[in-house]
């Protein structure tokens, strides 16, 4: 019913920038908030930034002043800029909707993305 897809992972040297993206589709009524997570190997999945359809966004202390999370409403979009990367952001990244559907028009459930490989590594 709702497909999550991602893009914009790959490799990126110390110091560098990535910007990822997530745009949903499918039988979407509306969509509260839209997230990033990360896992890194032998790690539990973590949230790293969150936003509101209104904004006001929600951001993990390691990544505060670094990522920026933004969204498009109008495209159900979800983007995270990730600039001064470090060693430790490498992860898998996925994104997360809070979404309602045109069939379940008053349930709101969870959907995530396949996930994009972010590497840090010189």
């Known amino acids: 019913q709702v497909q999550l897809v991602e893009s914009g992972g790959g490799l990126v040297q110390p110091g560098g920038s990535l910007r990822l993206s997530c745009a949903a589709s499918?039988?979407?009524?509306?969509?509260?908030?839209m997230g990033w997570y990360r896992q890194a190997p032998g790690k539990q999945r973590e949230l790293v930034a969150a936003?509101?359809?209104?904004?006001?966004?929600n951001y993990a202390d390691s990544v505060k002043g670094r990522f920026t999370i933004s969204r498009d409403n109008t495209e159900n979009t979800v983007y995270l800029q990730m600039n001064s990367l470090k060693t430790e952001d490498t992860a898998v990244y996925s994104c997360?909707?809070?979404?309602?559907?045109?069939?379940?028009?008053?349930?709101?459930?969870?959907?995530w993305g396949q996930g994009t490989q972010v590497t840090v590594s010189s």
């Open positions: 499918g039988s979407i009524l509306s969509i509260k908030t």
């Open positions: 997360n909707a809070v979404v309602a559907t045109i069939r379940s028009p008053l349930t709101f459930h969870d959907y």
């Open positions: 936003i509101p359809p209104g904004g006001g966004t």
